[in-house]
Structure formats: C-alpha cells, structure tokens
C-alpha cells in the first residue's frame, strides 16, 4: 500500500485510486531542452501520495480522461522524497499507467468526502465539501520567486453551519462556472488543512478539482437599489435586495447604473454572480423597472441591533452614543491605515460599528447623537464573541 512506500524503492507496481490530477506544465532542462510534467494525488484505504508522470508519461494517450476515483494500475514506478520528505511516485520512461476496472476495497470518492465541521489541523489532500458562504472573489499575489499569481477565496460552511475560509492558489475565475446561486454545494478535490491569520483555513493549489453547483450562462437579477456609493475611479458599487429579502452587492464596471436612483427597481443582466456579488461590465446591460411592491424598501429590511447574527450583511437605522473615535493601525508590512470607530444603538441593543481606510471617514462625519442609518455593513463576531459591524465598500451612513 502507499504508506509502506520509501524514498529509494524501485519497480514498483500497485493499485490506487486517482484523487486529482494537474494539468501538464512544460519546464526547461538546464541545456534549454523542454521537458513536460504532470502531477497527481493517488490514495487508497489509509495513505494518499503524490505521483509525478515526467516527459512522455505527462501526456500519455488517455490521460486527460482520468477522472478522480479512477482505479489505476501504477507499474514499475520509481519513488524519490519531495522537498519536505514525503515519498513521492515517480513515473519515467521504464514505468507505466493504465487505468483497470478491477474489484477494489478502496473506498469511492464520495465515500472519503469529508465535510467542512469534521477537518482538522494538520490534514492533508483531503476531498471535502460545504456550502458557498457569501462571496467568491479573486485575487493576484507576488509569489515567493517574484512571479505574478491569482487565487480564488470563497468561504465554505458545513453542516453544523460552522464556516471556514477557503484559499485556492493558481486557480482563477475561469475555473468556476459564471453563476453560482447563494449557497450551492460545493466540493473540493486535493486540498490541505493549514492555520492562517484567522485560525484553520483550507489551502488548495492548482491541481485542486473545484465541483460548484452553478451553470456558465448568469441569469437575471431583479432589485431595489438601496443604495449607491461612487468610488474614486468612478466605479458604482450598489446595494440590492431582492423580493426574498437577500441582499446583493453589485459592482458596476461599466457605467449602466448612471441611470439609477436610491430606490428604484433595476433588472440587470450581470456578467457573473457568485452568491451575492453581482458584477456588471460591457456585456451587461441594466434596465429600470416599474415600483414593484414585493421587493422590499430599505426600512422594510433593516435589523435590530439585537438580531445582527455574525457573517451577516445588515442594514441598521440607529443613534451615535460616543463621538467617533479614530486611530492608526499599523500592519504587518509596516503600512499605516485608518481605522475609525463608533458607539450605537436603537431601542434593542447597542453595537460598535467600524471602519477602515475610506469607510473610517464615514464615521467620521457622524455627530454625538445623531440618527443615522447605515446600509451594508458586515456582522463579525470580533473579541469575546461580541458582534461587531463593519462598514465594507458598499456601505452608506
């Protein structure tokens, strides 16, 4: 079986289950020479490993119909340690692949599924699934060689509703279909358990298999325009809610919504939807719509104080008790940024409300006992299990 595999081990022939594979990359030998090399996960009933098909093997005939849960047979592979001392199935020239449909006692692939409340730390290309929770975005980073990379982000929620973030490196908006509904299933194939900033996260790579619920083509989304908020490079970025109350952060690249007011009915054709974030470009195109009643106005959505539930997006009507108080942060990376904070309440309950960078000088327009109402701010269980809100760039106060 794979956890009886040595660095060292020659010739050797199994039988495993295929959990994912990369697709091949082209590399350089020292004389300049191309050479090719693909990578994927194999496990069984108690190990997994990783196997490297080098040159020819990297595009057998074939091979890119190899589906996860595959059983294949691995023949006279060599095995070598990776960079941190795992063994590590190579496939050269002497070695060979082939996919069997044999009798085998490893379990499917749904049956090694875990979901997202059983992970633990330290875990290790796992296959697990949850529920989108919230929005999928995409970002670029500077990897550790200085190259320019993309990740995708999305939080993941699991049955006992306990959330963890998600962070997929190398993979990008074009590995997830265009309109994902607010919370489809999802399952991800080959990933790691790793402690980020904010506790366990879930890493995935490149050869991360994403399975989202969702189709290519986004469909229409009718809402009331709760609120506007221009952004220095005249970006609108707008509130929405639609007739089931959820609320939608749409994000308008391309200037449509200049027709638009606080209150009115839009139908937009967005480009993508993940969850709640709509983005409309070019290709979109936004019409305003008679009143209708069933979409719900901004005083019909608020919440109580008392009702803000954690990871939440609220709107809120309420009265400043303390005069906003602002304050410089200073991060790791040594960058200085504003954080402005503020007492309220309403005759529920009472909550502090934050902002940062741009969103701090909203605060601090406030007064000592002013009623004010706040669109989209953002509920955070912050020290001691308080809920805390924060204004994001859709806010308005």
């Not at 020479?33 to 490993?49: G, K």
């Not at 309420?318 to 504003?338: D, F, M």
Request: charged share 25%; aromatic share 4%.
């Amino acid at each position: 079986g794979l956890k009886d595999l040595y660095a060292g081990a020659k010739e050797i022939s199994l039988e495993t289950r295929v959990l994912n594979v990369s697709p091949a990359k082209q590399f350089s030998r020292k004389d300049g020479s191309p050479f090719y090399l693909r990578t994927m996960t194999v496990y069984d009933t108690n190990s997994t490993a990783s196997v490297k098909l080098w040159d020819d093997k990297a595009n057998l005939p074939g091979i890119e119909n190899i589906k996860p849960g595959d059983l294949i047979k691995i023949i006279k592979a060599y095995v070598k340690s990776d960079l941190s001392g795992s063994p590590t199935i190579n496939i050269g020239s002497g070695s060979n692949i082939e996919i069997t449909d044999n009798k085998s006692d490893i379990p499917t692939i749904d049956k090694i599924t875990k979901d997202i409340s059983e992970l633990q730390e330290g875990q290790k290309d796992l296959v697990i699934s949850g529920i989108i929770d919230g929005i999928v975005s995409s970002m670029e980073f500077t990897n550790s060689r200085g190259q320019p990379g993309k990740a995708l982000r999305m939080r993941l929620k699991g049955k006992d509703g306990s959330a963890m973030r998600v962070v997929l490196w190398g993979k990008d908006e074009s590995d997830i279909p265009n309109m994902i509904s607010q919370s489809a299933k999802v399952r991800l194939l080959g990933i790691n358990m790793k402690n980020g900033n904010q506790g366990l996260e879930i890493h995935g790579n490149d050869s991360t298999i994403i399975e989202i619920e969702g189709s290519k083509e986004a469909e229409p989304v009718i809402v009331r325009v709760l609120s506007i908020v221009s952004t220095e490079n005249g970006k609108n970025m707008i509130l929405g809610v639609d007739n089931k109350k959820n609320i939608y952060n749409i994000i308008d690249n391309s200037n449509s919504t200049s027709i638009c007011k606080e209150g009115d009915v839009i139908e937009c054709m967005p480009t993508k939807v993940y969850g709640n974030s709509v983005t409309l470009d070019s290709n979109s195109f936004v019409r305003k719509l008679e009143n209708d009643v069933s979409l719900p106005s901004l005083s019909q959505i608020r919440t109580k104080i008392n009702e803000v539930k954690a990871d939440g997006n609220f709107c809120i009507e309420a009265i400043v008790l303390k005069i906003p108080e602002r304050r410089e942060i200073q991060t790791k990376s040594g960058e200085s940024i504003l954080l402005s904070e503020m007492f309220v309440e309403d005759d529920t309950g009472q909550i502090w409300v934050k902002g940062w960078r741009n969103q701090a000088r909203l605060i601090e327009k406030c007064e000592l006992g002013e009623i004010i109402s706040i669109t989209g701010v953002n509920a955070k269980a912050g020290l001691e299990g308080r809920i805390e809100l924060t204004l994001s760039a859709f806010s308005k106060i």
